[in-house]
């Protein structure tokens, strides 16, 4: 028996990272998955990978949603987890962030978020047995403390955390919840420019290692992929509104 059984989920940014990483989990454990991502190659090559299926959207567009959530209820009838994942990074302070950067940073990690529980609220809503289902919003460390450079990225993982709870307050009693989960530093491609920058990636992954409690990055199926079953199966049916922090320690204080 899988752990999600029967589920019918979507993952957006499931081309790459954690979106990948969480579905490679949800198909381990039994859920018919579809990821969304806008890397059309990539996302086609994740999907016949982990053996889910893809369709093409860009989460900033409301009309891209309306058309993803009808194809999946078209389909199979029903929506039961839906991840907002797809995100970006970007790092300014906040006296030089430009506002076209800010602009995109708040239509992806913010906008296609809201979008993503409109839209799947309504279908949650409407399940054949009633209403039912579980969102997952992906927030940040950065969603529960500031860093320099965070203006943009950090203002948009602790809107996706408020976000979330309005989410889950307005549906807890028809049964449909709302989670987020605050990863700390998790080894994917959005680290990519990070160690670019730094001209010696091994020496800043090491230096970025060096801050973390448990001394090590965390990695996409293991530690986020598992808090997102758990979150999406029914062993966390009296769990809404909560911030799942996965972070090696990151928030609790300076390692040793
Ligand atoms: N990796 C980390 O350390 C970390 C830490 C905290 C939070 N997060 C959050 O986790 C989520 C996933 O990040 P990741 O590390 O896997 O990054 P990633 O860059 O590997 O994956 C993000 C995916 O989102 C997709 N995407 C970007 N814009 C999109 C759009 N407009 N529409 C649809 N898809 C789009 C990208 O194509 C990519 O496949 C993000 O929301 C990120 O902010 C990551």
Redesign the pocket.
Known sequence: MGRLDGKIAVI??????????TAQRFVEEGATVTI????HE??TETAETLGCSYIH????SETEWEAVIAKIVGQYGRLDVLVN?????ATAPVDEMTIDVWQRVM???VT?VFLGCKHGIRAMKNNPDGASGSIIN?????GLRSQPGGTA?NAS?GAVRLLTKTVALENASIGIRCNSI??????????DPVYAASGDPAAARAGIASTIPMKD??E?ARD?GNMAVYLGSDESVYVTGAEMVVDGGLTIGLPS
Do not use: C, M, R, W
């Open positions: 957006t940014g499931g081309a790459s990272g954690l979106g990948a990483g969304t991502d806008i890397q990539l996302a959207q860009n989460v900033v994942n797809a995100g970006v990074f239509d992806i990690n296609g992906l927030s940040s460390v950065s990225y993982k605050h990863p700390g530093i998790i080894e994917t491609p959005i680290l990055l965390g996409p986020i």
